[in-house]
């Protein structure tokens, strides 16, 4: 499966942006991830096949919303009252396997997207 993200970009502390994702072939679950400069790759937001089941970060939760349309096999990443603390390279993320259902974990996470970049100014 290949991922490809795209959305990144500049924005002001309290803005917006969103990311898409678009994979190759229906992946059952997706995410995002981000790295920081000088950061381990951390979780952000998952979601199962059907969409019912969204998890995220503490520190997104309330601010981003995840998403997803099987029928472009795209996942998105609503990101709302950016913070400065948001700065990162942005990963799409997706699995087949079970125990990456609602999983924070780099490991559970079999596909990877080139990263897309997210600079949020004060």
């Known amino acids: 499966v290949q991922l490809q993200a795209s959305g990144g970009g500049l924005a002001q502390a309290g803005g917006s942006l969103r990311l898409s994702c678009a994979a190759s072939?229906?992946?059952?679950?997706l995410g995002w991830f981000r790295q920081a400069p000088g950061k381990e790759r951390e979780f952000v937001a998952s979601i199962t096949w059907s969409g019912s089941s969204t998890y995220y970060s503490d520190s997104v939760k309330g601010r981003f919303t995840i998403s997803r349309d099987n029928a472009k096999n795209s996942v998105y990443l609503q990101m709302m009252n950016l913070d400065v603390e948001d700065t990162a390279v942005y990963y799409c993320?997706?699995?087949?396997?079970?125990?990456?259902?609602?999983?924070?974990?780099?490991?559970?996470?079999?596909?990877w997207g080139q990263g897309t970049l997210v600079t949020v100014s004060s």
């Open positions: 993320a997706g699995s087949g396997r079970l125990i990456a259902t609602g999983s924070r974990r780099v490991r559970d996470y079999d596909y």
């Open positions: 072939e229906p992946t059952p679950i």
